[in-house]
């Protein structure tokens, strides 16, 4: 075939060019059709069992489709729609088999579209990261995503009773649990993070030594961190108490004997359902009696005798940061998984339906944030606005020049023009009044800060477990830029309290449901900023975050570790009354200002306390209600009245210190708004056990965290051989709010009251 050139076949070379255009990109089609179908895909799991929670860290494992060697990174979108890389993960070296890889990541957007990037294993840092380059292919993560307001509920056995629990343990404005079951053929799972959007989780006894040393780890770790774990352990707690297993420590004691059981009268009024004593076998059930059951193991909620110390049945303790509710029954068992009554057993060992009672509010109140997370993220995003700060010009003035400018067009330049007789005046008139308004533009951004210097704020609950020296800290930070710009996040623990075994993450920090911005939101948040940026070697480091000229980048982060020393000593005990007396002491390397120390329902003021200062409660202001200092009830014409949440306060502290203590405020009865991802703070269900709670509020630069914020000059800041950041507003973000608070054991009697 040929194409002529010359007069007239201008037409014909058109046609030609389109002919071979065309069959150049059917040969592409082709090839890419070809080279799509010799490509196996890699099998991948996210979540447990394929669900997840939007917003939340889950896992992600993919399966190589073939003997491949080198690093996999996955890539994620957030909630603006970005997509972010996860730090690469090793498939070993060349010539050995691979296996499976596993991601911890956080999808921020509906349908959790998940991409997998293959790099070099000598160099996984070297070439620029990008989810559309070759080796990437495009998944979809499964059908079982959660929303994020929708809670998670795990169970490890077979338990039929567990839906209609759920039923019973939803409010009425609440979406119910989904029940998640994790099988002991599953995947273990990867480490505690995976159940970071769980609520809770039940573990059956029977199933314990099926699981394997990971799933075990996991769940530990997750409840020590502030995890709620229902433990139903009867005749199989003798093999769990003789082995090895880490399911152990979840028992209220040691040194396990069966004791016969045939009377469940306190297992049916726990439950408020009757008929089960009828299905147990005539030579009735054994239940398991441990040698610490008289000492201090928490509060018992049944008892078969006359005292609580005669055969303790359901025992609620703290553990770590979290809590552990042992019940001696194996529910999964068939002649108690078979029980009409089985479900309010569950339910009620799940803490039952809350019962708040609201507080009074206007009809006209309106939830103008989604949760308490959404009120903190806007109490961060309030920058100062006095002296030389940067902050949004007021659309107000934005509507005023846009209207003065079009005035100045029509009528006023058509009518001077006009008016002259010499319309070439138009030419002269029209550049002036553009440039004129372009410079007025200018002027004003000038006035609200357009060049003022980058500003960041940070927030803090940092955490403390007196008892085994477990530290968490759970930090925010906001940063808002005048300019364009790249930022590199990272936390790190400051020097202060000697640290080890140090775990930390960071993330977006974005609003829960489908209002705008949120992470259920149907269509992503529109960014002005729409670049990908990636981790760094590990969850603690985040490079090449983009920010676009006056606006802001909000994140989270945590991180654990353990004490190297004693936090606190304490000799408090609860007296007959139920209050706290004896002494206790805080070693931390700064002082705590204006201290409470809260156990129970009472408050006791400390004031301010110093490294190695010792409080008695005896000596001190208190006890006082915790729920009226927590809501400022006062007296008023002879009725007590609580302070209305205002749902736009935006002092950060406050908003912390009542996410912290939620339930023991009244939850979402007084807030009227559920805790949302601040629900992992509340450590109200401590203080109803064997623990007492002293917090107080850390002085400026003593902090637990430091955060790494800093701006980059174009790609510097993503390439990872590239020139260093240039600003640095790590001693911007130094202040800010930080609430401490040290969790302190308190012995409790088996005979004692509950709480």
């Known amino acids: 075939m040929s194409c002529q050139s010359g007069p007239g076949t201008g037409q014909a070379r058109g046609g030609c060019s389109w002919l071979v255009g065309g069959m150049l990109a059917v040969a592409a089609i082709q090839n890419f059709s070809v080279a799509a179908a010799d490509r196996v895909l890699p099998t991948v799991e996210l979540g447990i069992d394929g669900v997840y929670r939007n917003g939340a860290w889950t896992s992600l494992r993919v399966q190589p489709a073939d003997q491949q060697t080198g690093c996999l990174r996955a890539w994620v979108e957030d909630a603006d729609g970005q997509w972010v890389g996860s730090p690469p993960v090793s498939l070993g070296p060349p010539g050995e088999s691979t296996g499976s890889a596993t991601f911890s990541i956080r999808p921020g957007r509906p349908g959790a579209g998940v991409r997998i990037e293959s790099l070099p294993a000598e160099s996984s840092f070297a070439q620029p990261p990008s989810p559309a380059a070759a080796g990437v292919v495009g998944l979809q993560a499964g059908s079982g995503e959660v929303s994020s307001a929708t809670p998670l509920v795990l169970i490890v056995g077979v338990l039929p009773a567990a839906a209609g629990a759920m039923r019973l343990v939803t409010n009425d404005d609440a979406r119910r649990p989904v029940v998640v079951v994790l099988e002991a053929a599953t995947s273990p799972l990867a480490n505690w993070r995976e159940l970071d959007g769980y609520e809770a989780a039940i573990v059956c006894g029977s199933q314990v030594a099926s699981l394997s040393t990971e799933t075990l780890a996991a769940i530990d770790g997750w409840v020590e961190r502030g995890g709620r774990l229902v433990f139903a352990a009867g005749d199989s707690a003798l093999g769990i108490a003789a082995g ?23 297992v049916e009024a726990y439950a408020r359902a009757g008929g089960l004593a009828a299905r147990v076998p005539p030579a009735g059930i054994e239940v398991p009696r441990f040698e610490a059951a008289g000492g201090s193991v928490g509060v018992v909620d049944a008892f078969e005798g006359t005292t609580a110390a005669d055969l303790p049945l359901v025992i609620r303790r703290a553990y770590g940061l979290g809590t552990i509710t042992w019940v001696g029954l194996d529910i999964d068992a068939p002649w108690c998984g078979g029980w009409p009554g089985c479900d309010r057993l569950v339910a009620a060992l799940l803490g039952g339906r809350a019962e708040q009672e609201t507080a009074a509010a206007p009809e006209d109140l309106s939830r103008r944030v989604p949760d308490l997370a959404g009120q903190l993220r806007i109490a961060l995003d309030c920058f100062e606005t006095t002296g030389a700060a940067s902050r949004p010009v007021p659309f107000e003035i934005i509507a005023l020049l846009g209207i003065l400018y079009a005035l100045a067009l029509y009528p006023l330049d058509w009518w001077l023009v006009s008016r002259s007789g010499r319309p070439w005046l138009a030419w002269v008139s029209l550049p002036l009044l553009a440039g004129g308004f372009t410079a007025l533009a ?4 000038g006035l609200w800060g357009r060049d003022a210097p980058a500003q960041a704020r940070t927030a803090e609950v940092l955490d403390f477990d007196a008892a085994d020296g477990l530290v968490r800290c759970s930090t925010w930070a906001a940063v808002r830029s005048p300019t364009n710009g790249q930022l590199a996040v990272a936390v790190t623990t400051r020097p202060g309290v000697a640290l080890h075994s140090v775990d930390g993450a960071v993330s977006w920090f974005a609003d829960a449901g489908a209002g705008f911005g949120g992470v259920d939101a149907v269509v992503a948040h529109p960014s002005l900023a729409a670049s990908d940026y990636t981790y760094g070697a590990t969850l603690a480091e985040l490079r090449g975050v983009p920010i676009a000229a006056a606006s802001s980048r909000l994140f989270e982060a945590g991180w654990t570790g353990q004490a190297a020393a004693a936090v606190a000593s304490s000799t408090l005990v609860r007296d007959p009354r139920g209050l706290l007396v004896g002494t206790v002491t805080h ?27 010792t409080f008695d409660p005896e000596q001190g202001r208190g006890p006082r209600s915790l729920a009226a200092a927590l809501t400022r009830r006062t007296a008023k014409w002879e009725a007590d009245r609580a302070e209305r949440w205002n749902t736009g306060d935006t002092d950060v502290g406050r908003i912390l210190q009542l996410a912290g203590l939620h339930a023991a405020a009244g939850g ?20 109803l056990v064997d623990r007492a709670i002293l917090i107080g509020r850390a002085p400026a630069g003593s902090r637990g965290t430091a955060w790494k914020l800093e701006f980059g000059t174009g790609q510097g800041a993503t390439s990872h051989t590239g020139p260093e950041p240039t600003r640095n507003l790590e ?20 005979g004692e009251e509950t709480p």
């Open 442 to 445: 200018w002027g004003v951004g």
């Open 587 to 613: 070693h931390l390397p700064f002082p705590l200002e204006d201290c409470w120390l809260l156990h129970a329902g009472w408050l006791y003021d400390a004031g301010r306390m110093a490294g190695g200062d």
């Open 668 to 687: 979402s009865g007084y807030t009227l708004l559920e805790a949302g991802r601040l629900g992992r703070l509340d450590l109200s269900p401590l203080l």
């Open 244 to 266: 090895d297993s880490l399911a152990a420590g979840w028992l209220p004691g040691s040194g396990p004997r069966r004791v016969p059981l045939k009377r469940l009268g306190a």
């Open 731 to 750: 001693a911007a973000a130094a202040d800010g709010a930080s609430l401490v608070r040290i969790v302190i054991p308190v012995p409790t009697a088996v």
